[in-house]
């Protein structure tokens, strides 16, 4: 009998949209505008861990179960993410295009053209000098493809059947997750003093973008979602969890240049991020909140709004739209209106269709192969 598939959480994907929109704020703003939530704005890069720990979630959530019955099949697996994945990520090197030149004459000739052939393969992450190759927030997608490679092997591992052992794995799994920063704050091998979100180093650049270095992050959220199975959905302690992970969060971002970047960036917060998504994944005023429907509608273009956020700055700013309407007056809050709407545009006219005529195609391809 197939696995029934579980319900969705809607409250998670309500916090998608806070997450992509920080990360636009992160990249197009002075954190200063935000007042008390300027130490969120000012550190928008956790979000980007956030979302990698929550992918690893939803995926066991919805196939752990398959995985373990023997009933995921790995092929439509793989299909089936890189028919979610591409269509966007292809939207936005061509929207990239134009930086070709740009980063011509930033690299070398043989980085140039590595990044040129590594890039629409999803593989530029494993290459720290062109990670950021044309679009910038297109590494995570290579550090993506790569945990949805492993994924159906990680899926597999056997139900724990008692809470305090899982929670030691885990512990575990955060501490290993802790080891590539806590390295690098050791040796310092870029020989920055104190590195920050401006600071740049080749070592740096590689604990920042590669997949190895945040794949525990993506582990950890694997594992999360056997946690998860463990407590009620009306459990009370989930809304504390909540609160606990949101308030641990702010309370060490306030703390500023006083935690370390290089741990901050990734491992630090794994337990706090858990502390959330076991908070919204149950049914709580928490939840609720987060669960709206207008963030939902947001949150469910996080990704389109997360992938192109560089070029619609760049589409709304070259081509001087608000300028030539005498609207640039409410610049930058109406460019970032405009970039969630292209972003909801783009799942549904873009993304989604192109998602429904790729799995046509594929289908179409197995069937033929098959005859």
């Given at each position: 009998?197939?696995?029934?598939?579980?319900?969705?959480?809607?409250?998670?994907?309500?916090?998608?949209?806070?997450?992509?929109?920080?990360?636009?704020?992160?990249?197009?703003?002075?954190?200063?505008?935000?007042?008390?939530?300027?130490?969120?704005?000012?550190?928008?890069?956790?979000?980007?861990?956030?979302?990698?720990?929550?992918?690893?979630?939803?995926?066991?959530?919805?196939?752990?179960?398959?995985?373990?019955?023997?009933?995921?099949?790995?092929?439509?697996?793989?299909?089936?993410?890189?028919?979610?994945?591409?269509?966007?990520?292809?939207?936005?090197?061509?929207?990239?295009?134009?930086?070709?030149?740009?980063?011509?004459?930033?690299?070398?000739?043989?980085?140039?053209?590595?990044?040129?052939?590594?890039?629409?393969?999803?593989?530029?992450?494993?290459?720290?000098?062109?990670?950021?190759?044309?679009?910038?927030?297109?590494?995570?997608?290579?550090?993506?493809?790569?945990?949805?490679?492993?994924?159906?092997?990680?899926?597999?591992?056997?139900?724990?059947?008692?809470?305090?052992?899982?929670?030691?794995?885990?512990?575990?799994?955060?501490?290993?997750?802790?080891?590539?920063?806590?390295?690098?704050?050791?040796?310092?091998?870029?020989?920055?003093?104190?590195?920050?979100?401006?600071?740049?180093?080749?070592?740096?650049?590689?604990?920042?973008?590669?997949?190895?270095?945040?794949?525990?992050?993506?582990?950890?959220?694997?594992?999360?979602?056997?946690?998860?199975?463990?407590?009620?959905?009306?459990?009370?302690?989930?809304?504390?969890?909540?609160?606990?992970?949101?308030?641990?969060?702010?309370?060490?971002?306030?703390?500023?240049?006083?935690?370390?970047?290089?741990?901050?960036?990734?491992?630090?917060?794994?337990?706090?991020?858990?502390?959330?998504?076991?908070?919204?994944?149950?049914?709580?005023?928490?939840?609720?909140?987060?669960?709206?429907?207008?963030?939902?509608?947001?949150?469910?273009?996080?990704?389109?709004?997360?992938?192109?956020?560089?070029?619609?700055?760049?589409l709304v700013h070259g081509s001087h739209v608000l300028d030539a309407l005498g609207l640039s007056r409410f610049d930058p809050w109406l460019s970032y209106a405009l970039m969630i709407g292209l972003a909801i545009f783009a799942l549904h006219f873009i993304e989604k269709p192109a998602q429904r005529k790729l799995r046509e195609w594929m289908h179409a391809t197995s069937v033929l192969r098959g005859s």
């Amino acid at each position: 009998m197939e696995t029934r598939k579980p319900a969705p959480l809607k409250a998670l994907t309500g916090l998608r949209c806070f997450a992509a929109i920080n990360i636009v704020f992160f990249h197009f703003s002075n954190p200063q505008w935000f007042g008390f939530l300027a130490p969120v704005v000012n550190a928008g890069f956790i979000s980007v861990s956030y979302f990698i720990l929550l992918s690893g979630f939803v995926l066991a959530y919805n196939y752990a179960e398959r995985a373990r019955n023997g009933e995921l099949d790995r092929k439509r697996f793989w299909e089936a993410r890189f028919t979610r994945i591409y269509p966007i990520y292809f939207l936005s090197l061509l929207l990239s295009l134009n930086l070709l030149r740009p980063e011509y004459r930033t690299h070398t000739h043989a980085m140039f053209w590595t990044g040129v052939v590594l890039t629409p393969l999803l593989l530029q992450g494993f290459v720290p000098a062109v990670a950021t190759f044309m679009n910038t927030p297109a590494w995570t997608m290579s550090a993506e493809a790569f945990y949805y490679v492993l994924f159906p092997w990680l899926a597999r591992w056997k139900r724990p059947q008692r809470m305090a052992p899982h929670l030691v794995k885990m512990a575990g799994v955060w501490a290993l997750g802790l080891v590539p920063g806590a390295l690098y704050m050791a040796f310092n091998p870029d020989g920055i003093a104190w590195p920050d979100r401006w600071s740049y180093g080749p070592w740096l650049w590689a604990l920042k973008y590669t997949p190895y270095s945040h794949m525990f992050s993506f582990i950890f959220g694997v594992m999360l979602a056997d946690l998860d199975q463990m407590i009620e959905r009306t459990n009370r302690l989930r809304l504390w969890l909540g609160i606990i992970g949101f308030g641990g969060i702010y309370a060490l971002l306030s703390l500023g240049p006083l935690m370390p970047y290089a741990i901050m960036h990734d491992g630090l917060l794994m337990p706090l991020f858990a502390c959330i998504i076991l908070g919204l994944a149950g049914e709580n005023p928490l939840a609720h909140a987060l669960g709206v429907r207008p963030l939902v509608f947001v949150g469910e273009a996080s990704y389109c709004l997360y992938l192109l956020h560089f070029n619609l700055w760049n589409l709304v700013h070259g081509s001087h739209v608000l300028d030539a309407l005498g609207l640039s007056r409410f610049d930058p809050w109406l460019s970032y209106a405009l970039m969630i709407g292209l972003a909801i545009f783009a799942l549904h006219f873009i993304e989604k269709p192109a998602q429904r005529k790729l799995r046509e195609w594929m289908h179409a391809t197995s069937v033929l192969r098959g005859s």
